[in-house]
């Protein structure tokens, strides 16, 4: 039997990709300092989401002592993402920590794919088969299904992934564990497993530490800097 195999543009895409986006220039331009300090203005999320799904520009306001003078741009579908380093003045209160970013990823890009991911995990808990939703950084989600209780992975580059388990089975497992490591140690953000009422996701909190990959590696999972884990109800 073939496969499925297809790919949507979502809001859940959009939102995963462009804050892949704006934490790729933060990262990528970061030497030295609180990173999870860090201020980012998207100013309207929503109307953002609309003005990359519509084609236009979005502009992101970043500070942080490393990004003065700083203006960096992403491909994001036919639209563009772009981040200029701003003065903490400029940004004011309206300013939201890369922490938050961070934290909010999952939840955020989870929240808005909710039907999307409930008919999926649905499905899985008829069939058993799972499917593999994999968030990349041009704002597309690739949905593949796989095989009774296990998808693979291909090569595609990922912002993001999450996969679905048959209800009420939303704890990740070893292997799970071992591909989100794999995952964030190319920074991609959050691994998680969706049922149809429930979520688990291990997310990247910052830059992933070499003392928590050799943890993780070796089945320590608590005490944990950059590497999160929390569960979702919806």
């Not at 995963?16 to 933060?26: K, W």
């Not at 993402?81 to 970013?101: D, N, Y």
Request: aromatic share 6%; charged share 25%.
């Amino acid at each position: 039997m073939v496969k499925r195999q297809f790919e949507r543009t979502t809001y859940g895409s959009l939102y995963a990709a462009m804050i892949g986006a704006i934490l790729n220039v933060v990262e990528g331009y970061y030497e030295s300092g609180q990173l999870l300090s860090a201020l980012v203005d998207v100013q309207d999320e929503r109307g953002a989401l609309e003005a990359l799904r519509s084609g236009n520009e979005v502009r992101v306001r970043a500070y942080a002592p490393w990004l003065k003078g700083v203006e960096e741009e992403a491909t994001i579908g036919s639209s563009r993402v772009i981040v200029s380093g701003v003065s903490q003045a400029e940004i004011g209160h309206g300013g939201k920590s890369l922490q938050s970013l961070y934290l909010e990823a999952p939840q955020k890009t989870i929240y808005y794919d909710r039907d999307l991911l409930k008919g999926l995990a649905s499905e899985t808990s008829q069939s058993l088969v799972e499917f593999m939703i994999i968030y990349t950084d041009y704002g597309s989600a690739v949905i593949i299904e796989g095989e009774r209780l296990r998808v693979s992975v291909p090569e595609v580059r990922s912002i993001a992934v999450l996969h679905t388990h048959p209800e009420p089975h939303c704890v990740l497992s070893r292997k799970d564990v071992e591909s989100g490591l794999e995952l964030m140690m190319v920074r991609g953000l959050f691994m998680g497993a969706v049922t149809v009422s429930c979520a688990n996701v291990m997310l990247r909190v910052g830059l992933l530490e070499e003392e928590d990959l050799l943890k993780i590696k070796s089945g320590e999972l608590g005490s944990l800097k950059s590497v999160r884990f929390s569960s979702l109800l919806y």
